[in-house]
C-alpha cells in the first residue's frame, strides 16, 4: 500500500513563507503544482478535513440509514447508570461523556452492548489506559513488503518504538507474532486506544509500516 509513496520529505518546506533565509528550493506545494495533482492548490487539511465546519453528528447521520437508539452512560467501577446519550456510534474510547450535574468530567471506555456505554470519572483513570494491543496480521503494512527478519527468528519477538496518533511521542514496545496476531507490549500503557485505530511502528527514524 506504501509502494507508490517517496520519502522522506524532511528536506522540503511546505511553502515559500517557510522558507524564508533558506537557500531556494521547490516547495512541496510547487512540486504538487508542476505535477498537476489535483489537490495543489487545497487548503491544508485539520481533523476530519471532509467534514468541514459541520457538526460530527449531524454529518454522520445523514448517512445512517436510522438514527442509532439512544442509551445510558454506566460507570465501569459501580455499574449504576449516571446518565443518557443519543447513540453509541457517536462516541469513542476517551471521548467525553456530557452528563449534566457531574462534580467531574467523565470519560468513555468502552461498550457494553449497542447502546450501552461504559464512562468512568477523570481523564487519567486506570481504565482509559492498555499497555497490550492486538493487531491482525491481514490488516497491517510492512513498508518493506514483508515481516521482518526477527519476527520470523526462532523467539518471534522484536523491539521497536510506536505511536497511534499523529504528533505522539514515540513509545518503546516489544512485538511478536502469535499465529495471525501481532501482540504489542508497551513499556508505558497508552490512552484511549479505540478498535480498528492505527498503529505505526519505528526503527529510529525508519517508519517499519502500520495498520
Given at each position: ?57 449531524s454529518?454522520?447521520s ?6 442509532p ?6 460507570d ?48 487519567h ?16 503494512c ?8 526477527p519476527l ?29 496476531l501481532?501482540?504489542v ?14 498503529l505505526v511502528?519505528?526503527?529510529?527514524d ?6
Amino acid at each position: 500500500c506504501f509502494h507508490n509513496a517517496m520519502f522522506p520529505l524532511g528536506e522540503l518546506f511546505k511553502t515559500n513563507s517557510d522558507a524564508v533565509g533558506a537557500c531556494y528550493q521547490k516547495t512541496v506545494r510547487q512540486i504538487a503544482l508542476d505535477e498537476n495533482l489535483p489537490n495543489a492548490s487545497k487548503n491544508e487539511s485539520m481533523g476530519i478535513c471532509f467534514v468541514g465546519k459541520r457538526k460530527f453528528n449531524s454529518f454522520i447521520s445523514q448517512y445512517l440509514p436510522s438514527l442509532p437508539p439512544p442509551g445510558n452512560f454506566v460507570d465501569v467501577e459501580s455499574g449504576e447508570i449516571v446518565g443518557q446519550h443519543n447513540g453509541s456510534i457517536f462516541y469513542t474510547i476517551g471521548q467525553g461523556a456530557k452528563i449534566p450535574g457531574a462534580n467531574e468530567k467523565w470519560f468513555v471506555v468502552g461498550r457494553q452492548n449497542i447502546d450501552t456505554l461504559l464512562v468512568c470519572q477523570g481523564t487519567h483513570h486506570p481504565a482509559l489506559y492498555t499497555d497490550e494491543l492486538v493487531i491482525d496480521q491481514r490488516s497491517f503494512c510492512w513498508i518493506g513488503g514483508s515481516i521482518p527478519g526477527p519476527l520470523n527468528g526462532l523467539n518471534r519477538r522484536m523491539r521497536v518504538s510506536c505511536r497511534s496518533r499523529h504528533l505522539q511521542p514515540l513509545l518503546g514496545c516489544e512485538i511478536s507474532i502469535e499465529n495471525s496476531l501481532i501482540i504489542v507490549r508497551l513499556d508505558t500503557p497508552l490512552r484511549a486506544v479505540a478498535p480498528g485505530q492505527m498503529l505505526v511502528f519505528y526503527i529510529g527514524d525508519v517508519c517499519l509500516g502500520g495498520g
